[in-house]
């Protein structure tokens, strides 16, 4: 019902910059926030950035100061502008969208197949 797709990855100098964009897709009333997690080989899947329909923003300790999440809404878009990218910032990086199927229905959560990005030093 619902589909996220993530772009923008690929390979990087330490220092770098890359801009990873999510479009979601399908059938839905509403969609309530999005956001961005990583997960690095071996390592749990954590928490980058998130962006309420409302636009309010909250990121990780590790990404603030050089992470951006912003929307499109009228496109269901979303993006991470990433800036002074570190070797630790090399992931997996997954889309998440918390979706409203119908008017009086609980957030489903959604998640993106992910992008990757990798830092070079």
């Known amino acids: 019902q619902v589909q996220l797709v993530e772009s923008g990855g690929g390979l990087v100098q330490a220092g770098g910059s890359l801009r990873l964009s999510c479009a979601a897709s399908g059938r839905f009333f509403s969609i309530n926030a999005m956001g961005w997690y990583r997960q690095a080989p071996g390592k749990q899947r954590e928490w980058v950035a998130t962006i309420t329909k409302g636009s309010s923003t909250t990121y990780a300790d590790s990404v603030k100061g050089r992470f951006t999440i912003s929307r499109d809404g009228a496109k269901n878009t979303i993006f991470l502008q990433m800036s002074s990218l570190k070797s630790e910032d090399a992931a997996h990086y997954y889309c998440?969208?918390?979706?409203?199927?119908?008017?009086?229905?609980?957030?489903?959560?959604?998640w993106g197949q992910g992008t990757q990005v990798t830092v070079s030093s």
């Open positions: 998440n969208a918390a979706v409203q199927l119908w008017p009086a229905s609980l957030s489903v959560d959604y």
